[in-house]
């Protein structure tokens, strides 16, 4: 936009100038074409009648002078010869016309082509010539440089219109791409063609347009494999369940078989426990996946949360895992979500159990930090395992989960060691 403008200037500069420094040129064409020399013949007898009754002497110089101021020409001025020499002029009139202030008076011979006569004329003990120096194309000047003006700025319009013109028709093509967009065409490309504001701006709805069928892609194929698990985790469900209901029939037909009744309670035992794991894994892919979850939360004591935490601790302990654990005793309250804070560690605590090598110390220290409630997880991995079965939504499910808390999520493989580190905001 700038450079069309700096150009659209420029050449109503050049061309003013251009027009304004050959207008000799111009006025010579037009008189050379269109003028009709002057006839100043009742001019001369007009002043004739007036200067007859005098002398030409020098007593007499302020009274010529003054009868040639009153009849003074339009663009012309007199000079009285005798045969010395020049005696009389009148310059006056036509130096001080405000059409000459553009030029100096030695210009004028130059720049406006002046015409020449001369007359005689008879004083009353002599006769003199009367000499005017015309010029004619005086009365064009302001007339000139204002059309030089116009015509010089209608260039500038022309450039400005067809630069308005094709912005607009930009606008009205950009108009038409969004119209597409919001009918749901996210197909439709938008075309650039042009590298300033409007054509960044098109650009930039490109690239927008392509991130969104991306988004929508990656959404789709979220829904699908997200369907399909929910799908194959509830087909899965429904085998236990039925295999559970089973058990339980026959436990109900031989309930006075201790012996039979102890096994098949065992066997309904594990059959709970294949359940409770893949419900879990159902939950963990909703949560993961759903846009909407319960995220209500209450003010409830911290030391709520870190019994909790020490309940795990516990059960680890009682699986032979060796925990390095400093106990934490406070008053402080967060606003939380208890279940959810449950769903945290039970997330935590089972990539502990998994993954950890049971023969090495695991650290966990709960502090105070900074109006922070600060969990930190650090275990060795196990790299003996015959098969470590891990997708990662666990941590994405704790991820999202300590979002809703306002809180952060970090976690480390350094060394072998695997560290997670969790906060929560908590009231001082």
Same mark, same amino acid.
């Given at each position: *936009? ?23 040129? /111009?006025? =010579?064409?037009?008189?050379? $074409? ?8 009742s001019?001369?007898k ?13 007593? +007499? ?9 009153? +009849? ?5 001025? !007199?000079?009285?010869?005798d ?26 011979? !130059? ?9 005689p ?11 005017i120096?015309?010029?004619? *194309? ?39 791409? /969004? ?6 065409d ?5 075309k ?6 409007i ?8 690239q ?33 369940? $039925?295999?559970?209901?089973g058990?339980? =029939? ?21 059959k ?8 879990n894994?159902m ?6 996946f759903? $846009? =909407?979850? +319960? ?10 949360c ?8 516990q ?37 502990i159990? %998994? ?11 709960t *502090?105070i930090?900074?109006?922070?409630? %600060? ?20 941590l994405?499910?704790?991820?999202k *989960? ?9 976690q ?6 695997? $560290? ?9």
């Open positions: *936009m700038m450079f069309s403008f700096l150009c659209a200037t420029l050449l109503v500069l050049t061309s003013f100038s251009f027009l304004y420094l050959n207008r000799s040129a /111009v006025f =010579e064409f037009l008189m050379d $074409t269109f003028y009709q020399s002057e006839d100043y013949s001019y001369v007009k002043l004739e009648k007036k200067l007859q009754n005098f002398d030409l002497t020098k007593e +007499n110089k302020k009274a010529i002078n003054h009868i040639l101021k009153e +009849n003074a020409l339009n663009h012309a001025y !007199v000079e009285l010869y045969q010395d020499g020049i005696y009389f002029t009148d310059k006056s009139p036509l130096s001080s016309n405000n059409l000459l202030l553009l030029y100096s008076f030695d210009d004028l011979d !130059v720049l406006e082509a002046p015409l020449y006569y001369d007359y004329i008879h004083f009353k003990n002599q006769a003199v010539y009367l000499y120096t015309s010029f004619p *194309m005086i009365p064009f000047q302001i007339p000139y440089i204002i059309l030089s003006l116009l015509i010089s700025f209608s260039f500038y319009l022309i450039i400005l219109q067809s630069f308005i013109r094709k912005r607009i028709q930009s606008i009205q093509n950009l108009q038409e791409d /969004v119209f597409t967009l919001a009918i749901g996210w197909n439709h490309e938008i650039v063609s042009d590298k300033d504001e054509g960044r701006l098109a650009q930039d709805l490109n927008m347009r392509i991130a969104f069928l991306q988004t929508m892609d990656n959404e789709q194929q979220a829904r699908v494999v997200n369907k399909e698990l929910i799908s194959s985790l509830s087909h899965d469900l429904r085998t236990p369940l $039925t295999t559970l209901k058990y339980l =029939e026959i436990m109900n037909l031989k309930k006075d078989d201790i012996k039979f009744r102890d096994q098949y309670l065992q066997k309904c035992l594990d709970v426990e294949e359940i409770t794991y893949l419900s894994k939950f963990e892919y909703s949560l993961v759903s $846009t =909407e979850y +319960n995220s209500d939360l209450s003010n409830i004591p911290v030391q709520k870190i019994d909790t935490l020490v309940d795990h601790i059960y680890l302990r009682e699986m032979d895992l060796h925990i390095l654990y400093e106990p934490l005793q406070t008053s402080l309250s967060m606003d939380a979500n208890f279940a959810i804070i449950q769903r945290i560690l039970n997330n935590v605590f089972s990539n159990q %998994k993954y950890c090598d049971p023969w090495k110390d695991i650290v966990i220290q *502090m930090e900074e109006d922070q409630l %600060k969990m930190s997880f650090t275990n060795s991995i196990n790299h003996h395992l015959d098969k470590v079965e891990s997708n990662g939504i666990g994405k499910n704790v991820k *989960m300590i979002k809703i808390h306002h809180g952060t999520f970090y480390d493989e350094t060394n072998d060691l695997f $560290t997670i580190i969790l906060t929560f905001p908590i009231h001082q």
